[in-house]
């Protein structure tokens, strides 16, 4: 088949959408379909750094186009570049030749809405790959009211965009429910959770060494938390964990990434003289293995009103190199669902005496040679959450040629 994906990030960027829809396209170029892409000539995090504009990548034809790079430092600037972006989609898309299947992502959130409107003229059928939910997003958060126009405006177009698609990929058991409970049948919905990069994420004992001396943690007892930091994942019961270990100096905390959360971290570390914290930025990915298995204690946390919106996707990463996670969050997610079949320590939001107890719970483990590891990693690799993708689009695919190239509308 003749597939295109539309994500405003792709290879060589480092963020976790980017390593997924790669590792996706080339999935499907391996499996002897013909990948299009058409992404961003900017960083994401880094809109500074530029990429080529055409390039041929394991067998993926990369179309970047050009946006604007106002960055993340407010709303307007972010919506600023998420519109130059589409429009600059909407003009590529409607100059290439027709696709078999156009997979949309959602960066920018609703991308989804301009591949639904390429279906059928060029693309016979579209698979929504649902990495989040938006406008919900913006709702739960507060920055977007659902009774206002603009609240009821993109609610329609997600809704637009979910009944166009032949296939539509959810990420757990929670977002399925809330995707069914906008009137999608159940049997349109596919679940497939993001892989881990087992392929180059596995424990690296020289890299951990080498993390550690660079940033001077070898004597130290390191909690990490590591990928995105957004308001999705608030950190406030980490980092007031954090003060209060601000004396012990066996502990260091250590943020690494970046997102629209990421300077106020820093901040903050900086203001109130924390010398335990080091925010450090993103690692590319010949180096995510040592920083990752530099870790003691990794960090994940999922917002209370973001459970089937969101995904925070680094518990597989943590998973591919065995490391005891701390889980901050809601008592049912998916990451609570993992817990269930693993090892791992628990605490809600705003419990700081729970987080700093479960952190010395942690060391002291670790003294004594106590391994909290987990045994599930293998039902998130790459290599079998891949296959279960491709066959999700090739189902969609078929499903449009069988009849007659129309999605459900």
Avoid at 45 to 72: A, H, L, M, Q, Y
């Amino acid at each position: 088949m003749n597939i295109l994906l539309l994500n405003q990030v792709f290879y060589p960027d480092v963020v976790s959408t980017a390593q997924h829809a790669s590792d996706l396209a080339r999935g499907l170029a391996q499996a002897g379909h013909k990948v299009t892409v058409v992404c961003s000539s900017r960083g994401y995090d880094d809109p500074r750094i530029r990429f080529p504009k055409r390039e041929i990548w394991n067998d993926v034809n990369i179309i970047r186009i050009r946006s604007t790079g106002f960055g993340k430092a407010s709303k307007w600037r972010r919506a600023a570049d998420f519109g130059t972006f589409m429009a600059s989609c909407a003009f590529r898309l409607w100059s290439l030749p027709q696709f078999d299947v156009v997979i949309a992502m959602t960066s920018p959130p609703l991308i989804s809405f301009l591949a639904s409107l390429a279906v059928p003229a060029r693309a016979r059928s579209l698979v929504f790959w649902s990495m989040d939910l938006n406008p919900d997003e913006a709702i739960a958060a507060g920055w977007l009211s659902e009774k206002s126009l603009a609240g009821r405006v993109l609610s329609r177009m997600l809704l637009y965009s979910l009944k166009r698609a032949a296939v539509v990929v959810a990420l757990d058991r929670f977002m399925k429910d809330r995707i069914q409970a906008k009137g999608i049948p159940a049997e349109k919905i596919s679940v497939v959770p993001p892989w881990s990069h087992d392929d180059r994420v596995t424990f690296d004992p020289a890299g951990r060494e080498e993390f550690r001396a660079i940033y001077k943690l070898s004597r130290k007892f390191v909690v990490m938390y590591s990928g995105n930091h957004s308001p999705c994942h608030p950190l406030e019961t980490l980092l007031q964990a954090a003060e209060r270990l601000a004396e012990n100096e066996d502990v260091a905390f250590c943020f690494v990434g970046g997102g629209s959360e990421f300077a106020k971290v820093k901040e903050r570390a900086r203001s109130r003289g924390l010398r335990n914290v080091l925010c450090i930025p993103y690692q590319p990915i010949e180096k995510l293995s040592g920083s990752l298995s530099a870790a003691d204690l990794h960090v994940v946390v999922m917002g209370e009103p973001y459970v089937g919106i969101v995904h925070p996707c680094k518990i597989y990463n943590v998973l591919a190199v065995k490391k005891p996670f701390l889980y901050i969050g809601p008592n049912e997610s998916h990451v609570t669902d993992i817990i269930g079949q693993s090892d791992a320590y628990t605490s809600s939001h705003g419990d700081v005496e729970g987080v700093v107890a479960n952190i010395l719970r942690a060391m002291k483990n670790t003294a004594l040679h106590l391994p909290r590891g987990v045994e599930v990693e293998g039902l998130f690799s790459r290599d079998r959450l891949v296959p279960q993708m491709i066959s999700a689009i090739e189902q969609g695919g078929w499903h449009a040629r069988s009849t007659g190239s129309r999605c459900a509308a």
